[in-house]
């Protein structure tokens, strides 16, 4: 089943106060490129995020946004420092008194001075955090995927009601081929006729424009090309391997060997069931742009 390039998915995983959320978007794009964002104390998982991804998808343009929340209050702890905060106070106080101050010293006047308070934080611990942000990622990974199965799966019918189109139109184009050369057989003869009055008119000299005129409008080489890259591009639809740069190289055959039967035609009936074969090759050609 081909894939969409287009997608979103999203998950979450939470364990012992600790929030991972996860989401994952994608465009079209004719390789794999990957970007991603992510808290400033994670940056060690930014590889091990690319190739999680990159496992699953071939291509796209991938956007990966990652946040982390932890509600642990073991998470940092606060002290005081005691004997910074006592002489700070105490100069404050001198200070008071030498100058003649009020003294309106409070707790949050010493508290506004950084030196305090000691911080320290809990050191992270890496494996836990990588095992739960590889639990959200291949969550998201899961409906990221299953999203762009189902889009994918849209345009494969699409694209096959455009092949099947053109089938027709082929079949049209075999039908009234060897029609255009009895016509121009019988206008010819006509011609001569007219021309020559009673004269008898050379047979064999009409015989062979008649196979001239036949050889230069034959186009049942490419009808059946047409045919077999129409079945290989349905082959391809049913394949689960990544087939858009394939699926690309069989509509430009398509769309040749649908020029070359153009060039060729001399009806106006095979004309016009050309154009209608280039515009749905047109059609099928924007289709799998979005196709993985």
């Given at each position: 089943?081909?894939?969409?390039?287009?997608?979103?998915?999203?998950?979450?995983?939470?364990?012992?106060?600790?929030?991972?959320?996860?989401?994952?978007?994608?465009?079209?794009?004719?390789?794999?490129?990957?970007?991603?964002?992510?808290?400033?104390?994670?940056?060690?998982?930014?590889?091990?995020?690319?190739?999680?991804?990159?496992?699953?998808?071939?291509?796209?343009?991938?956007?990966?946004?990652?946040?982390?929340?932890?509600?642990?209050?073991?998470?940092?702890?606060?002290?005081?420092?005691?004997?910074?905060?006592?002489?700070?106070?105490?100069?404050?106080?001198?200070?008071?008194?030498?100058?003649?101050?009020?003294?309106?010293?409070?707790?949050?006047?010493?508290?506004?001075?950084?030196?305090?308070?000691?911080?320290?934080?809990?050191?992270?611990?890496?494996?836990?955090?990588?095992?739960?942000?590889?639990?959200?990622?291949?969550?998201?990974?899961?409906?990221?995927?299953?999203?762009?199965?189902?889009?994918?799966?849209?345009?494969?019918?699409?694209?096959?009601?455009?092949?099947?189109?053109?089938?027709?139109?082929?079949?049209?184009?075999?039908?009234?081929?060897?029609?255009?050369?009895?016509?121009?057989?019988?206008?010819?003869?006509?011609?001569?006729?007219?021309?020559?009055?009673?004269?008898?008119?050379?047979?064999?000299?009409?015989?062979?424009?008649?196979?001239?005129?036949a050889d230069k409008v034959a186009v049942a080489e490419e009808t059946v090309r047409l045919?077999?890259?129409?079945?290989?591009?349905?082959?391809?639809?049913?394949?689960?391997?990544?087939?858009?740069?394939?699926?690309?190289?069989?509509?430009?055959?398509?769309?040749?060997?649908?020029?070359?039967?153009?060039?060729?035609?001399?009806?106006?009936?095979?004309?016009?069931?050309?154009?209608?074969?280039?515009?749905?090759?047109?059609?099928?050609?924007?289709?799998?742009?979005?196709?993985?």
């Open positions: 089943m081909p894939r969409s390039m287009t997608g979103f998915g999203r998950a979450e995983y939470s364990e012992n106060g600790l929030t991972v959320a996860v989401e994952i978007k994608s465009v079209n794009h004719r390789f794999f490129e990957f970007s991603s964002r992510y808290p400033r104390n994670c940056q060690f998982l930014e590889d091990t995020l690319k190739k999680t991804v990159a496992a699953r998808v071939s291509r796209g343009k991938v956007d990966l946004n990652l946040n982390i929340t932890n509600e642990s209050s073991s998470s940092s702890q606060i002290t005081v420092n005691d004997e910074f905060a006592a002489a700070y106070i105490a100069a404050l106080k001198d200070l008071a008194k030498r100058y003649k101050l009020k003294n309106d010293i409070s707790v949050m006047s010493v508290a506004a001075n950084n030196d305090v308070f000691t911080v320290k934080r809990q050191e992270t611990d890496e494996e836990q955090l990588t095992n739960a942000v590889l639990v959200a990622v291949n969550g998201a990974l899961d409906s990221f995927v299953a999203m762009r199965e189902t889009e994918g799966d849209k345009l494969k019918e699409d694209v096959i009601l455009r092949a099947d189109k053109i089938l027709e139109y082929v079949t049209l184009v075999e039908n009234r081929s060897p029609e255009t050369v009895k016509e121009y057989s019988e206008k010819l003869t006509a011609k001569l006729n007219e021309i020559l009055e009673d004269r008898n008119v050379d047979e064999q000299r009409v015989l062979t424009e008649v196979a001239i005129f045919r077999s890259h129409i079945e290989q591009l349905k082959r391809m639809l049913e394949d689960t391997k990544e087939v858009g740069r394939k699926l690309d190289f069989i509509v430009q055959e398509m769309n040749r060997e649908t020029n070359t039967i153009g060039s060729k035609a001399q009806d106006v009936t095979i004309a016009r069931a050309v154009v209608d074969m280039k515009a749905e090759i047109e059609k099928i050609r924007e289709q799998i742009q979005n196709i993985e």
